[in-house]
């Protein structure tokens, strides 16, 4: 099986000489998830961590309710591409079985295998009221994420999806070309670890969408902060959620979206507006 990185040779080109460079790519590679001998989605994803990934696409996708529902994971390669092959247990698999599909996804699509706008957009589930974070909490849990990706040092080309808590710092990091990917691989490290979300910040590499709000929702986070802006239909969901967003975080700032209430501001500074969508 492949593994994460690939190293190719390039020519690059500067003031009109050209000469050779040595460059580390990122792998993505046909990931099929399986259960109980059906394939159920194919996705685009970076060959690392797929036990993680099968169990986290899972959580967050509503296939299953808990790590327990699936009885054994097997991950098996193939020329053509990776089978992560799960073994439901009888109830979680009837359960999948009403909600099966099969396709070939875009690298970190988060929409695959959805058949009509109203299962592209279902309800989320509303998320616990969550830490009260101070800017300086915000801030550190940001600037840790960067030092944690190992894979993209190199590659300079995946995404991250990390998870801190005040007083522990960063807890776990997963990477992938595909940032719903990353996420996935979070949760599902998460779920096998028995670490909870409760008080803890999702941080992102990405733009904030509205499929990692979802998922975000779905392992119950509260308070998501991004590099990146979120787009209006990931706001007005994660206030549906009663979610925390906070983007465009830089060494020097960032901006809170919504949930502003969660984070103690400085005395004098005004509570930040967004327009409407």
């Known amino acids: 099986m492949a593994g994460p990185l690939a190293r190719v040779v390039a020519t690059r080109v500067r003031g009109g000489i050209a000469g050779p460079v040595a460059r580390v790519l990122p792998e993505e ?87 009509s706008l109203d299962a592209a957009l279902p309800p989320v589930p509303p998320v616990p009221a969550g830490p009260r974070l101070t800017v300086a909490e915000v801030e550190a849990a940001v600037a840790a994420l960067r030092p944690a990706q190992v894979l993209n040092a190199e590659a300079r080309a995946l995404h991250a999806a990390g998870l801190w808590r005040p007083g522990r710092g960063l807890v776990a990091v997963r990477e992938d070309v595909g940032r719903h990917n990353a996420l996935d691989k979070l ?54 959620a009663g979610m925390t967003l906070v983007g465009i975080a830089r060494d020097d700032g960032f901006e809170i979206f919504t949930g502003q209430g969660r984070i103690a501001l400085d005395d004098g500074e005004r509570t930040p507006r967004h327009a409407a969508g």
């Open 187 to 240: 949760a599902g490290h998460l779920a096998r670890a028995g670490e909870g979300t409760a008080g803890a910040v999702l941080v992102m590499s990405s733009r904030l969408s509205v499929e990692l709000v979802q998922k975000a929702a779905a392992i119950g986070i509260s308070v998501v902060a991004a590099v990146s802006a979120p787009t209006a239909l990931a706001l007005r969901t994660a206030e549906a």
């Open 29 to 115: 590679v046909p990931v099929a998830l399986v259960y109980d001998g059906t394939t159920h989605a194919v996705m685009l994803a970076s060959p690392s961590d797929l036990e993680d990934f099968a169990v986290g696409f899972s959580l967050t996708e509503r296939r299953i309710a808990t790590p327990a529902d699936i009885a054994e994971i097997e991950i098996v390669a193939h020329s053509a591409g990776i089978e992560a092959r799960m073994w439901l247990v009888p109830d979680a698999g009837r359960t999948v079985l009403e909600r099966r599909h099969a396709l070939l996804g875009p690298t970190g699509c988060g929409l695959c295998g959805i058949d």
